[in-house]
């Protein structure tokens, strides 16, 4: 017999939730098959089968705030070729079926397939070890799925009473309880607007020239690379980063009376999941090449996607870039992500008539919105740092040549 224990959380992270149990006890699991998701305030974790086994008794039930260290539950190892309906006490298998391995997934997967009606052990997994992924869910989705034409407005189901009571009249309402990462969203932006004095400066750049850039060199890009896709982002944070160099000030944070200098660029990409908004770290950005960068934000993605972004991959930073364009916004104002003192907006990119040596052109233009701390950063600095990267972008030989 042995305990199967809460993680040892980051001093960032105060405590947990259990999120969702994926056995019932007594019920027989292989090594590293995922038992229960621990939601904390950054990611959610995994924590697996020690061994093959069974879980003999769950302590800490949905719902329950967790510390590190703390014991989930009982566990008692045996052996895997022992049958799955000799080790289930609970859970018998019908006559004349023959025992079937547990599906590994990932949660969002998990989420997903449930969602759509779909068994696990009917969808293959191409992720690592046989992981079934998100994506695995989605192909293997019929092509119409009821369920997608309703909203859905959280994971957590109302019960069948609540359902009905609010549907009286045909007005429907469904009260949820705020995930733990949405809490501590809301709390972040909060402490942020009302600790900050935070101000913000726009700019447009003309997006031309990197546009051609990579019209002319995707496929040899993509050749050199093996596959990786040539994009927008990595020389946003190429040209961040050479700025941040020049700008000392917009690379710091304040801590208490201090202000710390970092004497590094990591740099952190906001990308969407399904739990929220997460924002993954490229450390040491200046030690990485274009393909690179394009390859660890691919990555942190489909990590996010899927739920596998790690406490380290999400912890730290000390500037932020935010692609609202991706979604379609044409200008909005980001808020800063503390302790950090800068976050650069990007938005998208709208062909527009601009005055070019006296006349009339049509460009692919873009607006850039810097917002700064005023507390460290004055506005002239915040102004000529955003020129900075405009300059960087319209000319991007300019990185290269550190000019």
């Known amino acids: 017999m042995m305990e199967i224990k809460a ?110 009606g779909l068994e696990l052990s009917d969808i293959a997994g191409t992720g690592k070890g046989g992981m079934i992924t998100r994506d695995d869910v989605v192909k293997a989705s019929p092509q119409t799925v009821v369920k997608e034409t309703q909203p859905v407005t959280s994971t957590v189901e109302a019960s069948s009473a609540e359902v009905a009571n609010s549907t009286e009249g045909g007005r429907i309402e469904r009260r949820v309880p705020m995930t733990r990462l ?3 969203i809301a709390r972040r932006l909060v402490d942020a607007q009302q600790t900050a004095a935070m101000l913000t400066t726009f700019n447009e750049v003309d997006m031309q020239a990197v546009m051609d850039l990579r019209s002319k060199y995707k496929e040899a890009f993509a050749e050199a690379h093996d596959g990786t ?84 991959e999400i912890t730290g930073g000390t500037f932020t870039l935010s692609n609202g364009g991706i979604f379609g916004s044409l200008l909005s104002t980001p808020i800063l992500n503390p302790p950090q003192t800068g976050i650069l907006g990007m938005h998208k990119i709208q062909a527009r008539p601009v005055a070019d040596n006296g006349q009339v052109v049509i460009r692919p233009m873009m607006y850039l919105a810097l917002s700064y701390d005023h507390r460290l950063i004055d506005g002239q600095e915040a102004v000529r740092f955003l020129v900075t990267i405009k300059a960087f972008l319209e000319d991007p030989a300019r990185i290269l040549l550190d000019i």
Not at 295 to 306: M, P, S, V
Request: glycine share 8%.
């Open 7 to 116: 993680p040892d959380f980051p001093e960032s992270i105060a405590d947990g939730e259990v999120a969702q149990w994926h056995v019932t006890e007594h019920e027989f699991v292989l090594r590293d098959q995922v038992l229960v998701d621990i939601e904390t305030d950054k990611v959610v974790l995994e924590v697996v089968a020690p061994s093959d086994g069974k879980v003999t008794r769950i302590i800490k039930t949905t719902g329950d705030t967790i510390l590190s260290a703390d014991v989930l539950a009982d566990f008692e190892s045996g052996s895997k070729n022992q049958p799955l309906v000799e080790t289930m006490d609970v859970k018998q298998a019908p006559a004349g079926v023959s025992a079937q391995k547990p599906s590994r997934a990932s949660p969002s997967a998990r989420k997903l397939a449930s969602e759509r």
């Open 182 to 184: 949405r809490a501590s």
């Open 229 to 312: 896709r040539l994009g927008f982002m990595s020389f946003f944070v190429r040209a961040c980063v050479e700025a941040l160099k020049r700008f000392p000030g917009v690379n710091a944070s304040i801590d208490g009376n201090d202000i710390v200098y970092h004497g590094y660029q990591d740099i952190g990409v906001a990308v969407g999941s399904p739990r929220g908004l997460v924002v993954p770290v490229l450390r040491d950005a200046d030690s990485l090449g274009l393909a690179e960068i394009e390859e660890r934000i691919k990555a942190f993605g489909e990590k996010a996607q899927d739920g596998k972004l790690s406490i380290d």
